[in-house]
């Protein structure tokens, strides 16, 4: 298991927000989670250190989330 921090920056002026919304997929916090998903292979929950309304931006969020299998490294 492993414990991973991200420094994320966005523009949020094209999504509803930070936190994930049952009725409303177009949150940064849900784009986020699912390319994550996508990556690990594992169900992604970020946990921020803050949240950001619509159309608000970000520069340095803090967020983690927990790995349960092997660490993927990439480089980009």
Not at 11 to 22: A, E, R
Not at 30 to 42: C, D, F, P
Request: net charge positive; charged share 20%.
């Amino acid at each position: 298991m492993t414990n991973i921090k991200l420094y994320i920056q966005y523009d949020g002026s094209k999504y509803n927000g930070w936190q994930k919304q049952k009725e409303n997929d177009n949150t940064i916090q849900g784009k986020i989670e699912n390319v994550l998903s996508l990556m690990t292979g594992e169900d992604i929950n970020l946990i921020a250190s803050g949240r950001t309304d619509t159309g608000v931006h970000a520069n340095m969020q803090v967020a983690i989330f927990i790995q349960l299998f092997k660490v993927l490294r990439m480089k980009y």
